[in-house]
């Protein structure tokens, strides 16, 4: 009695939860303008959407900010990682992370308009016209990526014993070099998951983009934004639908992949 | 032991450098702005105007407050029944409940709209049954139900984790020491699960508490919350100094709130997803 409670009441949550998003995607496919009555099967909203230059130059925009913000935050955090790996003075060590944690605290309106404001008072102080842009959205995205990036990016160094570094350096080894070939392979993992996360959370950002973005620069959520503000646009419901797809067919491949290769270890055990 | 070398001293520099110049530098501004007028002067005429936004303070907060509540109540029994079931089906929960989080809050929030507006699939569908229309966009009721379906992954998958992690064993040293199943959940369950009801609930209460997008869409720009202030009064110039406040005394808030639950799990970080 009490399992067959438990499985009705996760389908009601569940098929509550999913509602929504399964009506717009059905929805996406009508051949009407309506949002209640379906008169037939038709693509003709996304044939609308992949005619749209300005959706198609969103995506460009946002593919480009992510893959640079995550490479560029991933960078500045697996070395700062090193530092504070290295990093003797323990108050100076939980300062730098508390610091950085602040975006990650902060709710995103506060942290795009604090960034704002920053901006603001340069553009102000070298009395630039077009400054908002490319270059805003890459330091705000890079900025609210450090976080997570060096979260990620730490623990593999602490699992990592300190003599290691050492006795490459009794080997030999300039510093750098043993960070090179004895500490950055072993933390691979470690970088390849703050820069996933970090590609993900650019891609989904909205809010800061929203305050240090100007309209000669639109990442796909802008986009979304700025056509869903007054009407409602059905190459929108196309839009979200292909979206909701694909991270569908990702987490699925990820899931499958994951279980077939563990079936494989335990083959190969056995 | 060897002095640390030149390289490994320098490798957080950079770090640092961005640190105060993107994150220091901008909550400067923010305290800057909050403590100047429009001309740059020192003033303290902002934080006397925050009285005119004492009730959206209010109303903000009880928002934020009902929607973590009601996504706690559900969330809970949700991540605990999850928890307990077979190892296959959970991992295609985990997907299920993983897929909204990675949605785009706009598109999630736009499909709930579509679903209850006026012209909507449920409001035609009353119709047809002869039954009266609902209005639930634009209604108060419509914004904490949009803050409920937005967040309620992020209070779900943290308690999950906590409960997972939870040795089966303590529950059955409760019930042997004879503890009916109420009193195991209360006196055992709850208080070890904990951290992960904290992390939940700050991460459903924070982006409550400062959304702008689902009051302007489920709220059809009738409500106002603190996120919509602030992001009004940050697209006109002159009326920045005076969103500074607003999102200072918010920021403020939040870190008092956040630290008040920190107090309550003994876990340091919590769970981040």
């Known amino acids: 009695m009490m399992k067959f409670l438990s499985k009705f009441y996760m389908f009601i949550i569940f098929a509550l939860l999913y509602a929504p998003i399964v009506v717009l995607i059905v929805f996406s496919f009508n051949d009407g303008g309506s949002l209640s009555e379906f008169t037939g099967i038709s693509l003709k909203w996304y044939g609308e959407l992949f005619r749209d230059e300005e959706a198609l130059t969103a995506l460009k925009n946002s593919l480009i900010l992510a893959v640079c913000s995550s490479v560029i935050a991933t960078g500045i955090a697996t070395f700062a990682a090193l530092g504070l790996h290295h990093m003797r003075n323990k108050y100076v060590k939980g300062a730098v992370k508390s610091v950085t944690n602040i975006p990650m605290m902060n709710p995103d309106i506060v942290t795009g308009v604090s960034m704002m404001l920053l901006f603001v008072a340069v553009a102000n102080f070298i009395h630039a016209k077009q400054f908002f842009g490319f270059g805003t959205m890459l330091i705000a995205h890079t900025t609210f990526n450090l976080p997570y990036a060096l979260l990620s990016i730490m623990p593999r160094f602490n699992q990592l014993d300190k003599s290691l570094s050492e006795a490459a350096q009794d080997l030999g080894c300039t510093p750098a070099r043993a960070f090179f070939s004895v500490e950055l392979p072993e933390i691979v993992p470690g970088i390849v998951s703050a820069l996933m996360m970090s590609f993900t959370l650019s891609l989904d950002d909205f809010v800061i983009s929203h305050f240090v973005s100007s309209p000669n620069f639109q990442t796909l959520p802008l986009y979304v934004y700025n056509q869903t503000v007054h009407n409602v646009k059905f190459s929108m419901y196309a839009l979200c639908a292909l979206i909701v797809a694909i991270i569908l067919a990702i987490l699925l491949a990820v899931n499958f992949t994951g279980s077939v290769n563990k079936k494989k270890k335990r083959n190969g055990v056995a | 032991m060897k002095k640390g070398s030149l390289f490994q001293k320098m490798a957080a520099a950079p770090h640092i450098v961005w640190m105060v110049l993107f994150i220091v530098a901008p909550m400067l501004f923010v305290l800057y702005f909050a403590f100047t007028d429009a001309d740059g002067r020192f003033s303290l005429s902002n934080i006397s105007t925050l009285s005119q936004y004492g009730n959206v303070f209010v109303l903000s907060i009880a928002f934020a407050l009902i929607a973590t509540v009601v996504c706690l109540l559900i969330g809970y029994p949700l991540a605990y029944f999850m928890a307990r079931s077979k190892p ?186």
């Open chain 2, 88 to 273: 296959k089906t959970q991992k295609l929960l985990m997907v299920l409940i993983m897929l909204p989080m990675w949605c785009n809050l706009l598109i999630r929030t736009y499909a709930l709209m579509a679903l209850l507006d006026n012209g909507g699939l449920l409001n035609s569908f009353l119709e047809s049954m002869g039954l009266d229309k609902l209005r639930i966009v634009g209604s108060d009721f419509g914004v904490i139900l949009g803050m409920v379906y937005d967040f309620l992954p992020y209070m779900v998958l943290p308690i999950f984790t906590s409960i997972t992690k939870l040795d089966n064993r303590y529950i059955e040293a409760a019930h042997d020491l004879g503890c009916n199943n109420i009193q195991t959940m209360t006196k055992v369950v709850l208080p070890l699960t904990a951290s992960g009801i904290v992390s939940g609930v700050t991460m459903v209460f924070v982006p409550s508490i400062s959304t702008f997008y689902i009051s302007q869409k489920l709220g059809a720009g009738k409500i106002d919350l603190i996120g919509d202030t602030i992001e009004r009064l940050f697209q006109n110039t002159s009326t920045y100094n005076v969103g500074a406040v607003i999102s200072l005394v918010m920021m403020i808030l939040i870190l008092i709130s956040v630290w008040i639950m920190n107090k309550f799990s003994d876990d340091e970080g919590g769970v981040i997803i």
